[in-house]
């Protein structure tokens, strides 16, 4: 697939099938996320965790959601991006942008539904019980969370070639 047909294929997918990603997607996914640009170049400031055991993601679903509604709609591979806080404050939120994007892009190039999850990221970081479970060290933070499967509605979902962001020009 080329880039614009990735970009125009990604989109957030609320609704997961139980079929699990192969092994070797996933790598593919998690290099993509490790290529991205990074301020600083600081990618040792960042940490991947990478959740396909189903009791986690259930604990991780119910602590975001409070038993009211299902943040990870049932996606069964999470992963979750980690980050310390660096010298240039917040830094560490734009770098998570970069990673995620190339990842949910990587994820549209291979066919596999995707979504950025903010609220499942910030309920791990609320969490110190659930953080110390995931053996996330406690000098680094979950900033974002990419959900990956396989969808069972709106598969084939395009994007319109249409700008959502409005643009003043100066020229
Ligand atoms: C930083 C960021 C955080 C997001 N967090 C969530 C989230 O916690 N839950 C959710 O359902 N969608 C989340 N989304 C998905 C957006 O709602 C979605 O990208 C937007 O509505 C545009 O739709 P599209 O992704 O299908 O193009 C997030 C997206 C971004 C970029």
Known sequence: MNTYDAIKKRHSA???TDRQIEKNDLEKILLAGGMAA????????????????KDL????????????????YGAPTLILLSAKELRLPNIEYSNAGCVI????????????????????AMAVKNNPELKA?????????????????????????????????TAEYFL
Do not use: C
């Not at 990074?38 to 055991?53: C, E, L, P, R």
């Open 101 to 120: 994007q190339n990842m949910m892009i990587m994820a549209a190039d291979l066919e596999i539904d995707n979504i950025y999850l903010w609220g499942a």
């Open 133 to 165: 479970k995931l053996n996330i060290p406690e000098d680094y933070h979950p900033i974002a969370s990419i959900a990956l499967g396989y969808s069972d509605k709106d598969r084939d979902k395009v994007k319109e070639e249409v700008m959502k962001i």
């Open 57 to 72: 993601l259930t604990e991780i679903d119910n602590v975001a959601g409070a038993g009211k509604n299902h943040p990870l």
């Open 14 to 16: 609320r609704s997961y």
């Open 38 to 53: 990074v301020g600083m170049g600081a990618y040792d400031s960042m940490k991947f965790t990478v959740i396909q055991n």
